[in-house]
């Protein structure tokens, strides 16, 4: 459902036409913004409007779509006992803005971003794999990724043997 609630207007207030289609579902207001404003306005929502905790940052991969990754960041002010979802879409090799400065949290969560779908983080301080081996080719939760041909092919090379699975 659409949301105009007073945050989503001083969201608006401060950034305009970056503030893209915020709704709001099962009580949290979700804000999808423009993903060339995504740091600056998640500096906003942790010192103007409280969210002092980054509960996790994820992607989706929409295929079909134009820009094909939602960027996802969930975010919690203690101080307000309330819950901001902030999205942005990504399309393909369309780097981000690290949230590492804002919260060090962040650190991890776009590795393992970047890991899983690819999505490169400008400004992040050790952008590399996480979870998988340096050496692993693709990004295992696109969905598009053939994970059993690429899983027979590195245990193969590097475990010599014909089957990981």
């Known amino acids: 459902m659409p949301l105009d609630n007073e945050l989503v207007q001083r969201l608006k207030a401060r950034f305009g036409a970056a503030i893209l289609d915020p709704t ?3 009580k949290q207001a979700i804000v999808l913004v423009a993903a060339g404003q995504w740091l600056e306005i998640a500096r906003y ?7 002092d ?3 996790d ?10 820009k094909r990754f939602d960027l996802v960041a969930n975010l919690y002010s203690f101080q307000k006992n309330e819950r901001l979802r902030l ?3 990504l399309a393909e090799n369309e780097p981000a ?3 590492v400065s ?4 962040a650190n991890w969560l776009e590795r393992e971003i970047y890991d899983m779908f690819g999505i490169r983080f400008e400004g992040h301080p050790d952008m590399r794999r996480i979870l998988l081996p340096d050496e692993w080719v693709g990004h295992p939760l696109r969905k598009d990724y053939d994970i059993l041909t690429q899983d027979d092919a590195w245990v193969k090379e590097n475990l010599g ?3 990981g699975q």
């Open 102 to 105: 804002v919260w060090p949290a």
């Open 24 to 26: 709001l579902d099962r």
């Open 87 to 89: 999205k942005a879409h």
């Open 45 to 51: 929502c942790r010192d103007q409007e409280k969210f």
């Open 97 to 99: 803005a690290s949230l």
């Open 53 to 55: 905790y980054l509960v």
């Open 161 to 163: 043997i014909e089957k």
């Open 57 to 66: 940052e994820t992607a989706v991969d929409w295929p079909k779509r134009e």
